[in-house]
């Protein structure tokens, strides 16, 4: 179900907002032509086409699972239906996806005291970062995105349980800044100087002391870290300003805006700051800040106005609250009804964390229990974000299963069930590595992006039987690009169980390529002689030879038609990686022929003017590259995109990460592809054409 306006409002909210980023981010670039410039600063706002239709679903017996979210999410709670219900309002990053903002309304109560959430509902014509003000019997929206240099706040001209939101009123924020140049994060509403009125409150994110050098990651002569494995940047930083509101809180009218102050200083954290408030029991106002890491700051409110240094969230055996992923959002709210202030906090992998307040401790500052993933009824299927599958039938009942990786690192499983002539998932299963769950990440020095990523793993997982035991294996590679086996214990077991990680090599050492490849396994003279490919350090699509479980050889390039080395990018650094391979005979021929999904960036073939979809679609694509040399020396032609029903297939910023399967059983291969935002879908052969 859709909250929908009309028409006419719809795409004139799309228009607006399409020319004020357009215009703003031209306006910005000219005003910091000295400043870093990150990757999305050229970024594409994704508005679609949408392949939700095709979407993989859980079976109907999966009746609980949890929230999804989008590409790192922002949640508020706000009595939306206007009988006292806690219901969830979901908002995600806007340079993916188009930052849509989704609904689900308490339906219940769960015997914890939880609110029991409904279905997806899409609140049309607001994107960004998305909170909610009260304003008496109602309440307004506040929406915040690092695509522009406004807050926008949306006026509820409707009444109490039947909002009804005018075109945005656009805040054009003066302040004292302590660096300059600062993007917008998230803002809010909230009263914090007492006197009745809401101030409006925004986080900032700031990466200019972040880059070494002033280079990126994907810049000529960016080096990241020293010799000796340290980093060589700066810290993220973010900020916190308050803005004293003079007007009304429909339509705002904002003084100069000063930076909160935590101690003798800025109150500042690790990036991307997004403030939530509450009193917890106490009669002083406590911030909690998000930062990119995966870390929580509270801090009180004194007598004068300002606050004490911040501390970080601790849990009640009072130990340091740590979370699952990374650039963290939080709200307060006494989520399970007991009187007192939690937290729920969205993150970069889409999912919505329940902290439960467990009481003050003695120094007087709330503690928190990490109780896990809120969840929903009608769930759809997130597997993260920038999900990247790979497809075998481990149960043996004649349906193809998932094995699916993500930025969180994770190895998911997902075991496909067969209802009515319809292919659903089960509810997904952490995939263990030996008795650990695998969980990869970089730590602090083994992302390319830095210590900022050290939660991140993008596992990109790949199925062989590598090892010859008959069983599958999996066989990933990840933010590191180190690539391990997981070698299959040969168990009947489902989810299928795997030993611990081993680390394949190359001339005595680790193999070591470009970052979050999807790597492949091809017998290209069906011999049994098994070849590993990945691109290599350098972005070129690479061929090893297995010589044993682990041990690689005899590299050689894979070439196009014309002879050149295979290159998907004219970009350097970590602009070569992010290429998901998958290799098949797509047409039949007995040949083994290529599939490929790239990030929007990628220029293939790589020529700076004419290569996609860089100069296309700009957004992820799915292309196909027939095989038209030998089995000994396979030649690709020159790369053809996939169209989806008559156009061209467009994914986003990230990935589209491509399997070929012959999902249902009908002879003929389809492609089964992990999307951005965290969802899988189906893409039937009679809807694609290439």
Excluded at 53 to 64: F, G
Excluded at 364 to 372: A, Q, S, V, Y
Aim: with cysteine; net charge negative; aromatic share 10%.
């Amino acid at each position: 179900m859709s909250i929908r306006r009309h028409c006419a409002l719809s795409a004139g909210l799309k228009l607006v907002f399409q020319l004020e980023t357009n215009s703003n981010l031209a306006r910005a670039k000219e005003e910091c032509k000295m400043s870093v410039k990150r990757w999305e600063d050229d970024a594409t706002v994704w508005h679609g086409p949408h392949y939700g239709t095709e979407a993989l679903r859980y079976h109907p017996d999966v009746t609980s699972a949890a929230v999804a979210g989008r590409i790192i999410t922002c949640v508020e709670v706000v009595d939306w239906s206007g009988n006292g219900t806690k219901d969830l309002l979901i908002s995600a990053w806007d340079p993916c996806y188009d930052g849509r903002v989704f609904l689900r309304r308490q339906i219940g109560t769960n015997g914890d005291g939880t609110p029991t959430l409904g279905e997806e509902e899409l609140v049309e014509g607001v994107r960004g970062y998305v909170t909610a003000v009260k304003d008496g019997d109602i309440f307004h929206l506040v929406s915040a995105s690092r695509m522009r240099k406004q807050i926008y706040v949306f006026p509820n001209v409707g009444k109490k349980g039947a909002p009804d939101f005018a075109d945005p009123v656009r805040l054009d924020l003066d302040a004292d800044w302590v660096k300059g140049n600062e993007y917008f994060h998230m803002a809010r509403f909230h009263d914090i100087d007492g006197d009745g009125v809401p101030e409006l409150i925004v986080g900032s994110d700031y990466w200019d002391d972040y880059w070494p050098n002033g280079l990126e990651w994907n810049d000529e002569g960016y080096r990241g870290y020293d010799d000796a494995g340290r980093w060589l940047g700066g810290p993220l930083r973010g900020f916190l300003y308050a803005f004293k509101n003079k007007g009304t809180l429909a339509k705002p009218v904002l003084e100069r805006g000063q930076p909160l102050v935590a101690g003798e200083t800025p109150l500042e954290v690790y990036g991307q700051l997004a403030p939530a408030f509450g009193r917890f029991g106490g009669k002083q106002n406590s911030v909690i800040a998000g930062e990119f890491w995966n870390i929580l700051h509270i801090a009180q409110q004194r007598e004068d106005g300002d606050f004490h240094p911040t501390s970080l969230l601790r849990t009640p055996h009072d130990e340091t609250l740590e979370l699952d992923q990374c650039i963290h959002l939080p709200c307060v709210v006494d989520w399970d009804g007991d009187g007192l202030e939690d937290i729920l906090v969205g993150a970069e992998d889409g999912y919505i964390s329940f902290l439960k307040n467990c009481g003050n401790g003695e120094d007087g500052l709330p503690r928190f229990e990490k109780r896990g993933r809120v969840e929903t009824t009608k769930p759809l299927i997130h597997a993260g974000v920038l999900p990247s599958p790979a497809a075998y039938d481990f149960s043996g009942d004649g349906n193809f299963d998932l094995v699916v990786g993500n930025s969180t690192g994770e190895l998911l499983f997902y075991q496909s069930r067969e209802d009515n002539g319809t292919i659903y998932l089960d509810k997904e299963v952490m995939l263990k590595g030996g008795d650990e769950p695998i969980r990869l990440a970089a730590g602090l020095t083994g992302s390319i992006q830095g210590p900022s990523e050290k939660m991140f793993g993008y596992s990109c997982p790949t199925l062989a039987n590598w090892t010859g035991s008959g069983h599958m294996d999996v066989l990933v590679s990840d933010v590191t690009g180190r690539h391990r086996l997981f070698r299959n214990s040969g168990e009947k077991t489902l989810p299928p169980r795997f030993g611990e990680e081993e680390f394949l090599t190359y001339s005595g050492k680790p193999l070591k390529t470009v970052w979050r490849v999807r790597p492949a396994v091809v017998d290209w003279q069906k011999n049994g002689q098994l070849h590993y490919l990945a691109l290599d350090e350098d972005g070129v699509l690479s061929d090893w030879k297995k010589a044993s479980d682990t041990e690689l050889v005899d590299k050689r390039f894979v070439r196009w038609e014309n002879g050149d080395a295979m290159r998907f990018t004219v970009d350097v650094g970590g602009g070569r990686g992010r290429v998901k391979l998958c290799f098949c005979d797509w047409e039949g021929s007995g040949r083994i022929d290529l599939i490929f999904g790239t990030h929007a960036r990628a220029c293939v073939p790589p020529d700076p003017k004419t290569g996609a979809p860089r100069n296309t679609t700009k957004q992820a694509g799915l292309f196909y590259s027939r095989n038209v040399g030998t089995a000994e020396e396979p030649r690709f032609a020159l790369p053809i995109p996939f169209k989806f029903r008559d156009e061209t297939i467009a994914m986003a910023m990230h990935v589209a990460s491509p399997e070929a399967v012959d999902w249902a059983g009908r002879g003929a291969l389809d492609l089964i592809v992990g999307i951005e935002d965290g969802s899988i879908v189906w893409l039937k052969r009679e809807d694609l054409s290439w």
